[in-house]
């Protein structure tokens, strides 16, 4: 209830009546008061004026389960939020909800991870309050080898969602990484559970870093923060905008997701946004170097194919590159 009724205040430019809040809600006078006074506790300025009624003055920077449902605009992804101050992992917590039969849709939220995870075993550094740490739940019917491209539809949602700001101009470093100004804003983890013909689910994981934050030393050279490119920003604009809320922007990237996901699943590959893609593809026309564990190569990638697979020129022959196999190097400067 309490998500609903901050959905209505946010709707309202002016005082909403304790009576219409009653009405909305279906509950008394009684309820709507305790559970405007736990939202107050909980760092919301709502000013409660005599014959007039409730107005969300201030909200604090939390990624909560009434704030996220308060800014809920998506159809099915979001349906249940599961929000914690702290987990391990929100990819290995969103794995044991769906074990336990947490549906598809779901979103798994935490201020801090201790043991984020990135690709190959990496760690992802998850400081409470500098991020949007997430996963997300899906059982479609797929084939095992078509469930790697939903890390290019999620990387499709976030370049969207983030380039919604004015002055932020997000790019794909494929097939996982968003990046601004050259340097990593947000990872993405795609897991799933699967038999060989038939998926159980899937968890796509997302981090995407807002605030400034020390990073750990293997990192440092290549992270960057949505918060450095938006004050970089800020010199062009006009007036100094502050950064929208963390909910709000996880809230635009669940919508982005639904909508390339839609397209994604006409097909059950990426050819409906292909072109698309390439406009944000960070690595296109570009040397990458791409570490196949069966002996490193180097070449221009071209571009991406239907499957979401990197098309990499080799000595005048095109290789497809799957995502699954390599690690492709050469967009932070780090490797030729
Ligand atoms: C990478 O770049 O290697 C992928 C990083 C993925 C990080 C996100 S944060 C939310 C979710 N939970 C995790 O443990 N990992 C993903």
């Known amino acids: 209830m ?6 209505v205040l946010r709707q309202q430019n ?7 809040l009653c009405q909305c809600m279906g509950v008394s006078r009684t309820a709507v008061w305790k559970a405007i006074r736990q939202l107050q506790e909980a760092g919301y300025e709502i000013e409660a004026v005599q014959n007039k009624g409730y107005r969300l003055l201030a909200a604090p920077d939390v990624l909560t389960e009434p704030e996220l449902v ?10 249940k939020f599961y929000c914690y101050d702290e987990v391990d992992s929100t990819n290995t917590q969103a794995k044991r909800l769906a074990e336990e039969g947490a549906g ?24 409470g309050g500098t991020g949007i ?14 469930a790697p491209m939903l890390t290019l539809v999620a ?4 370049v969207k969602a983030l380039g919604r700001l004015p002055g932020i101009e997000p790019l794909i470093k494929w097939p996982n990484d968003v990046i601004l100004n050259g340097r990593k804003v947000c990872g993405i983890l795609t897991e799933m559970s699967a038999q060989v013909d038939y998926v159980n689910y899937i968890v796509t994981g997302i981090g995407i870093n807002v605030k400034s934050q020390v990073f ?12 450095t490119a938006w004050s970089n920003g800020n010199q062009k604009r006009e007036d100094e905008e502050p950064l929208p809320a963390r909910s709000l922007l996880l809230e635009t990237v669940l919508e982005e997701f639904e909508r390339y996901y839609e397209l994604y699943m006409q097909t059950k590959d990426v050819t409906l946004f292909l072109d698309e893609y390439h406009k944000y593809l960070a690595n296109k026309d570009k040397q990458v170097k791409v570490l196949d564990p069966d002996g490193a190569y180097e070449g221009i990638a071209r571009g991406i194919n239907g499957n979401g697979e990197l098309l990499v020129e080799r000595e005048h022959t095109m290789v497809s590159v799957n995502s ?13």
């Open 2 to 7: 309490k998500g609903q009724i901050l959905k």
């Open 14 to 20: 002016g005082s909403v009546s304790g009576q219409e």
């Open 70 to 79: 308060s800014r809920r605009r998506t159809e099915w992804l979001g349906t």
């Open 104 to 127: 598809h849709g779901s979103v798994v939220v935490a201020e801090v991870q201790n043991a984020g995870r990135g690709r190959r075993g990496h760690q992802w550094s998850s400081q």
């Open 133 to 146: 740490w997430f996963s997300f739940i899906l059982k479609p019917e797929l084939m095992p080898a078509q």
């Open 155 to 158: 990387a499709m949602a976030v």
């Open 216 to 227: 750990p030393k293997e990192v440092a050279l290549v992270a960057t923060t949505l918060e």
């Open 324 to 336: 699954g196999e390599v690690s492709v190097r050469g967009i932070y400067g780090y490797a030729p």
